[in-house]
C-alpha cells in the first residue's frame, strides 16, 4: 500500500488528503480469475484536522470514477471533511485508475470491502461507515450494507431500480402525458411539426412495455429485487435523495405508488427522503451540488 499526500484550506478548515492504494476483498469464484483478486484500487481519502469515529465511503457507480461527474465526489468529500467526517472515495476495479476488468454494480460488493477495510485501517478513530452511492453505487451501496456490522447508515441519490417495465410507465407519465398539455406540442402538431406517424408508434410501443408481466418483470429486473431484500434487510439510517427531475427518481416513486412491500420499508423510521427540486440525474449544478452537500452534512449531524 502508497500513500501520498496533499492538503487543502476550505472553509478556514485544513482537509488533507491522501492517495491510497489498496485490494479488493475478493472471495470465491472471483478470487481465481487470473489475477483479478491481487488488482489493486486507488481510492482518495479526504481527512479533516481531527477525524472523528464516523466516516463516509463513497461508491460509484456506472462509467464512474473516483472524481464524479461536474466534480461532485471530489467536492462532496471536501465539504464533509471540512466538517469533521473523514471522507474515502475510490475506483472500483476496472474503473479509472484501479486494475482489472471492468464489473457492474452487483460484482461491487468484494470492492466495497477493501475499500472499507483500507479506510479502518488509515483512520484509527473510525468506528463506524456511511455509505454514500449515485445511481447504480447506491443500489451497490445499499445491497452490501446488510452484510457488513460496519455500515450503520446509507445516503442514497437516485437508486438504479431501472426496468423495461419500469421506465416505460416513467416515460408515460412523466413525458407523454405531460406533453399532451402543452401548448408549444399542440402549436407544432398543428403545423406539421411533428412525424405524427413515428409519434404515435413510439408512443404504442411504450405504453406495450408498461404491460410486461410480474414475472417477467422480476426476471429482467434484477436491481429492484436485490435492493428491496437490502434495504429490507439493513437495520441502519437511510438517507434519500431525489432529483426532481430524472426518470429514475420517478421510477423509484412509481416502486412506492404501486408494491406495499416498498412503501413499508421507506416508511420505516430510520428513513429521510428529501428532493431537489429541478435537479437532473448528476446533479449537474453548483446550486444543486451545493444543496445535496447540506442535506448530507445536515442528516450525518442529526444521526
Not at 489498496?22 to 472471483?30: H, I, L, P
Request: proline share 5%; net charge positive.
Amino acid at each position: 500500500m502508497k500513500r501520498d499526500s496533499t492538503q487543502q484550506h476550505l472553509a478556514g478548515q485544513t482537509v488533507r488528503e491522501l492517495a491510497l492504494r489498496f485490494r479488493s476483498v475478493a472471495e470465491g469464484t472471483d478470487a481465481g480469475e487470473d489475477g483479478e483478486a491481487q488488482a489493486r484500487m486507488v481510492g482518495i481519502l479526504s481527512l479533516p484536522a481531527a477525524p472523528g469515529p464516523r466516516g463516509v465511503l463513497i461508491v460509484t457507480g456506472g462509467p464512474q470514477y473516483r472524481v464524479g461527474s461536474h466534480r461532485q465526489f471530489v467536492l462532496l468529500a471536501r465539504a464533509l471533511a471540512a466538517q469533521g467526517w473523514p471522507v474515502l472515495r475510490f475506483d472500483l476495479r476496472g474503473m479509472g485508475d484501479s486494475e482489472g476488468g471492468a464489473r457492474d454494480y452487483r460484482a461491487a460488493g468484494p470492492d466495497i470491502a477493501g475499500a472499507l477495510a483500507q479506510f479502518f485501517d488509515a483512520v484509527p478513530s473510525l468506528r463506524e461507515v456511511a455509505l454514500w452511492g449515485l445511481c447504480d453505487g447506491a443500489t451497490a451501496a445499499a445491497c452490501h450494507a446488510p452484510s457488513d456490522p460496519r455500515v450503520n447508515a446509507l445516503v442514497l441519490l437516485n437508486p438504479w431500480v431501472r426496468s423495461s417495465a419500469g421506465l416505460a410507465r416513467a416515460t408515460l407519465r412523466h413525458y407523454y402525458l405531460p406533453r399532451l398539455l402543452q401548448g408549444a406540442f399542440w402549436r407544432k402538431l398543428t403545423k406539421g411539426g411533428l412525424q405524427l406517424g413515428a409519434s404515435l408508434a413510439s408512443l404504442r410501443q411504450v405504453a406495450a412495455a408498461t404491460q410486461v408481466p410480474a414475472q417477467a418483470a422480476q426476471q429482467n429486473d434484477a436491481p429492484a429485487p436485490a435492493l428491496l431484500r437490502a434495504l429490507t434487510q439493513f437495520q441502519g439510517k437511510v438517507l434519500l435523495i431525489l432529483s426532481g427531475d430524472d426518470l429514475g427518481a420517478r421510477e423509484w416513486q412509481a416502486l412506492l405508488d404501486g408494491d406495499a412491500a416498498w412503501r413499508a420499508v421507506a416508511a420505516r423510521a430510520p428513513w429521510t427522503q428529501a428532493q431537489v427540486d429541478g435537479a437532473n440525474h448528476t446533479f449537474a449544478s453548483a446550486a444543486w451540488r451545493g444543496e445535496v452537500e447540506q442535506l448530507c452534512a445536515r442528516w450525518l449531524q442529526s444521526c
